[in-house]
């Protein structure tokens, strides 16, 4: 039976044991709701030639060689992904549109005797829930930014805080980048949707009575852009900024990126955009640096010469912005500390 979700909340509290999407992996890899398995009625390679069909040949057609195609995945999700599911099982099935696809699988699961509901809309509502979290409705918590130049340990401070109960939001951590032109990761970044079904749930979990601390970004995080709503937010927020002298924060920056400095020549790429905005000779005495083993040299350089410029010209911070200004001469654990303890009654208070 298709069921109608009027919320997110109400949606991701659907009370079934199992999640199924049955669309094919390529659409399951781009977005989904929390929690589902993947159990393709068709695959990508099966989903594309019906499509040929439908187009080219007949509809008629096309829905026959789908049917059957269905019905010999189904029957290999049941004898393995469903082989030790008993009668008390409940299955949520969807599909793009809460259409063919979902109601032919839960037909299926139905005839064997499981309980099986569909979602009204498929996967489709789930997303228009997911725009009007992020796009459409205005958000009710109280947000604090965790400001400061690049070597800060902004993220570490982060990570501290939200051990010690603090609300937080990692961006960085929920697009897969750390925020830089050298912060992209081996793995890539999600898609936009799925970095919105990310943004949605976490705020979805978080208490509107209590602060939300999140670091202060750019309105794009890689090639992610922060949703309107939140980045509104943002914007009208107050700051906790940090500040560490360039030696402190060239140690933490050496070490935070020493997976990627490993690899000059990965590195020379990374950098190849800031030679039309440095030039040449700078960049490449970075490289110079990095190439002698000189990582803390390096980072220090890349800072004094290239990020704070650019964080000054781009952060204008009134005083009226600022809820504390606080320092640390260190970013080691202790320095770290520090600075978390000196936040916490910050972001209790709001």
Request: proline fraction near 5%; hydrophobic fraction near 45%; include cysteine.
């Amino acid at each position: 039976m298709p069921i109608a979700f009027a919320t997110l909340d109400e949606l991701l509290n659907h009370g079934c044991d199992t999640v199924i999407d049955v669309r094919s992996p390529a659409e399951f890899a781009l977005d989904h709701i929390p929690g589902a398995i993947n159990l393709p009625a068709l695959s990508n390679a099966e989903r594309a030639r019906v499509g040929t069909m439908y187009k080219q040949v007949s509809p008629f057609e096309a829905r026959k060689l789908g049917a059957s195609l269905v019905a010999r995945n189904v029957a290999d999700h049941i004898a393995q992904a469903m082989a030790d599911k008993d009668g008390s099982w409940r299955p949520l099935v969807y599909c793009w549109r809460g259409g063919q696809r979902s109601g032919s699988f839960a037909s299926i699961l139905s005839q064997i005797g499981w309980r099986t509901d569909t979602v009204q809309g498929g996967y489709q509502s789930f997303r228009r829930l997911v725009h009007e979290a992020v796009y459409d409705t205005p958000l009710p918590h109280r947000i604090i930014l965790l400001d400061g130049n690049t070597g800060t340990a902004k993220t570490e401070l982060l990570a501290r805080l939200a051990a010690k109960d603090v609300q937080v939001i990692d961006l960085e951590a929920m697009a897969n980048h750390r925020g830089s032109l050298l912060g992209g990761s081996d793995q890539g970044q999600p898609s936009q949707r799925a970095f919105e079904t990310r943004l949605a749930l976490a705020l979805h979990r978080l208490d509107p009575a209590r602060p939300v601390l999140i670091e202060a970004e750019s309105s794009k995080i890689g090639r992610l852009i922060i949703p309107p709503v939140l980045w509104a937010a943002m914007c009208a927020a107050r700051r906790i900024t940090v500040g560490a002298p360039l030696a402190a924060r060239a140690a933490y920056l050496a070490q935070a990126y020493a997976d990627i400095a490993a690899d000059p020549e990965d590195m020379a790429r990374r950098l190849t955009p800031l030679r039309y905005v440095r030039g040449h000779d700078v960049v490449d005495g970075w490289l110079a640096l990095l190439r002698a083993g000189d990582l803390i040299g390096f980072a220090s350089a890349l800072m004094d010469q290239h990020y704070d410029p650019a964080y000054a010209k781009s952060r204008k911070i009134s005083a009226d912005d600022v809820l504390a200004d606080l320092h640390s001469d260190t970013l080691d654990d202790a320095g770290q500390d520090r600075l978390v303890e000196a936040i916490l009654p910050l972001v209790s208070a709001g």
